[in-house]
């Protein structure tokens, strides 16, 4: 596609209630990262694939929190058992190269917890 | 390991310059620059990869002092649209974000 796409773009869910987020990046692109970022907050590294395979998930806060890329392509954040403190707007990236290139960020999907 | 940005905010009148700056405590391998409007996603302006680099284009350039773990954004004759927040982010392995610089440029 022309940019990078994620869904949903909004998303309320009960707290205890479990969450799927999903991102669809520029076709071709091999890196792909998600993000978290809290208001007035510069956005906070979770994890990255190159390809299929997850090289880097040191940023995922808790083991509430899972992603995939089975196909090297589109993504999903899973957030189980969601908390108030998950409430964010997290935000997927993807770029042609592990390094030496800039990153095209989707618009992102704000999650409340209720 | 978060780079450091200053200044957190600044107020421009149209036309008027700005110099935001980033640093890290640690070496750092390449610095990414991007602008986020208000609700939407971090849009690149630019990378640079080596120390010494520079870039730019329109009125907006950048530096890269690789010795001094810096690097600088310049931004000349500030338009409008320029108002948002910057952030640099410094690679070491994964981007890693500074907390942002809010500008806003009045007319």
């Known amino acids: 596609g022309a940019g990078v796409s994620q869904s949903p773009r909004y998303k309320v869910a009960k707290r205890g209630q479990d969450v799927a987020l999903r991102c669809d990046p520029i076709?071709?692109?091999?890196?792909l990262f998600w993000y978290q970022q809290a208001l007035g907050q510069g956005p906070e590294f979770l994890t990255y694939f190159q390809n299929e395979a997850q090289l880097d998930k040191s940023g995922l806060p808790s083991d509430r929190f899972f992603a995939e890329r089975p196909e090297g392509s589109v993504s999903t954040l899973k957030i189980q058992r969601t908390q108030q403190e998950d409430s964010a707007v997290y935000l997927c990236a993807s770029s042609p190269g592990p390094a030496d290139y800039g990153y095209t960020f989707g618009s992102g999907t704000r999650l409340t917890v209720v | 390991q978060q780079p450091v940005q200053s200044p957190q905010a600044v107020i421009l009148r149209e036309g008027e310059d700005a110099v935001i700056n980033c640093s890290s405590s640690k070496a750092l391998y390449s610095v990414h620059w991007y602008r986020q409007k208000h609700g939407e996603a971090p849009v690149f302006l630019m990378i640079?990869?080596?120390?010494?680099e520079q870039k730019g284009h329109d009125k907006i350039s950048a530096s890269f002092n690789e010795k001094k773990q810096q690097s600088s954004l310049y931004l000349t004759a500030s338009q409008l649209s320029y108002s948002g927040t910057y952030f640099c982010g410094t690679t070491g392995g994964k981007l890693i974000f500074g907390q942002g610089t809010e500008l806003s440029v009045k007319p």
């Open positions: 640079l990869l080596k120390g010494g």
């Open positions: 076709s071709g692109h091999v890196s």
